[in-house]
């Protein structure tokens, strides 16, 4: 019994070693990871917006940097950041030896590059990538173009919309209309239907509608209170409808600056010939065209080729540059074209993105830091943080000029209340009128001893039968 006893208490005390050795294994790792990482690394990078920038202090920042310094503190390691020396990237040169950021790592110059360093098959070789930080591919980088001349043939009609400037001219007529029949009906227009002439017939109230409408003065002006409503009503619709066509307009000048050009596909470079196009020489970009089997990407790359001294640049700001001041068209990666569009309005990135890649940090073949820094970045993807930096360091300041939904005609709908205010004007001016019209049949019915309705219909009568009156009295006149 004792010796079962003392069995199974053996047992028990070699169970807990096991799980407490398992519960610390992971500790274990993290501090062997830590101690495997030198005390002080050397790290170069080069000089590329947003990744890494030149302060007028003279101090490197930008997205690589703050990733470097998020890396170093989970890490626990201090790191001593320079420029690269030749301002290169990394390639072969003809002597089959590495130069740039690629050279300084496989030359122990530096023991790390963090940099937008696109990791591919012939680097890979030479040396060692981390998981990469930031995807990224190949797109086209264009300038907003000017609208065609075309386009502006009849531009000014743009800034309201095909149902807004129908709705304009249903509304012209009908005030027009209106402000003729408060001329007939209005005693104050038209006293005497049998020897006077009416100032407000079908062409002076189109005349008088149209003049209000581009806010000029126009006789004759109205007298009665009820074409004074209608006037009033009218000038207030025009004088409101000409500050949106004013708005509308400038916002529809300014959006015709910067077309999207035509360009949406790498096979669209293709199709023209006013756009030339090209990329960094030795790049990662260059080496995509020239090493595919696809016939537009191949095509791409013999047509770069074949002029490589004038459509190859030398570097990423230099394309830009040449983008924004000839017609030229910059192939290289979308996230740092992403950036030039935040920070330069008069640009574009075409939507097509090809050759899907990544970013990652380098070391030499040996380098015992890759795994933890991998895993490094693998829990700042986790938690949000390269979210968070790529929110900092591509944040457009172009929001405010370029909205996604780009620029609309005005709508009715926006002008509706203008319209129904116009309404009401016109119903009220035509029922002042009526008012008018009636009083003034009351007080004659009274004169002559008849009944209103009678005074009425034979006011209505020479309002609106006066014309053929007329004609027959000029007959008969000598």
């Known amino acids: 019994m004792k010796k079962s006893l003392a069995l199974l208490f053996t047992l028990v ?18 501090g062997r990871t830590k101690r495997q990482i030198p005390k002080t690394v050397t790290v170069t990078t080069i000089l590329e917006q947003p990744f890494a920038m030149m302060t007028d202090s ?20 201090n790191y001593t950041l320079h420029v690269v020396k030749d301002g290169r990237y990394g390639a072969k040169d003809q002597n089959g030896d590495w130069n740039g950021m690629v050279g300084e790592v496989i030359r122990k110059e530096a023991d790390l590059a963090v940099a937008p360093l696109t990791i591919t098959a012939l680097r890979e070789n030479v040396i060692s990538f981390t998981k990469p930080f930031l995807q990224t591919g190949i797109g086209i980088l264009l300038k907003k173009e000017s609208s065609s001349e075309g386009s502006y043939l009849f531009g000014f009609l743009n800034p309201f919309s095909k149902e807004l400037w129908v709705g304009i001219i249903i509304s012209y007529v009908i005030t027009s209309l209106c402000l003729y029949l408060v001329g007939r009906l209005s005693p104050c227009e038209w006293a005497e239907p049998s020897n006077e002439q009416n100032q407000y017939t079908l062409l002076n109230s189109l005349w008088f509608g149209m003049g209000v409408l581009t806010l000029q003065g126009v006789e004759p002006q109205p007298k009665s209170v009820s074409a004074r409503i209608i006037a009033v009503i009218w000038w207030i619709f025009s004088i409101t409808l000409l500050a949106a066509y004013i708005a509308s307009f400038a916002s529809y000048v300014n959006n015709t600056k910067g077309q999207t050009p035509n360009i949406q596909t790498f096979h669209d470079l293709l199709k023209q010939d006013k756009v030339e196009f090209g990329t960094m020489a030795n790049s990662s970009t260059f080496n995509f065209f020239k090493n595919s089997k696809n016939p537009t990407f191949r095509m791409i790359y013999e047509y770069m080729d074949k002029r490589k001294d004038r459509v190859l640049v030398k570097s990423f700001s230099e394309g830009v540059q040449r ?58 993807f986790e938690s949000g943080n390269l979210e968070y930096l790529r929110q900092k360091w591509w944040e457009t300041t172009c929001a405010a000029k370029q909205v996604q939904g780009g620029w609309v005609p005005v709508q009715p709908h926006t002008l509706g209340g203008i319209f129904l205010i116009l309404g009401i004007g016109l119903a009220l001016g035509l029922i002042v009128s009526f008012i008018e019209l009636v009083c003034k049949s009351k007080c004659k019915a009274g004169q002559q001893q008849k009944s209103c309705c009678s005074s009425f219909s034979e006011e209505l009568g020479q309002r609106f039968g006066r014309t053929e009156n007329q004609e027959s009295l000029e007959k008969v006149q000598p």
């Open 13 to 30: 005390i070699l169970w807990m070693e096991d799980a407490g050795a398992e519960r610390s294994d992971g500790f274990h790792l993290k």
């Open 58 to 77: 003279g101090v490197l920042e930008g997205y690589c940097v703050d990733l470097l310094s998020e890396l170093s503190e989970a890490l626990e390691f």
């Open 323 to 380: 983008v924004r001041t000839s017609n030229y068209a910059f192939l290289g990666e979308s996230s740092s074209q992403d950036f030039s569009v935040a920070k330069h309005c008069d640009l574009v990135r075409a939507p097509e993105i090809i050759g899907g890649r990544g970013y990652g940090i380098a070391a030499s073949l040996d380098s015992p830091l890759i795994r933890p820094l991998t895993i490094a970045i693998l829990e700042q």
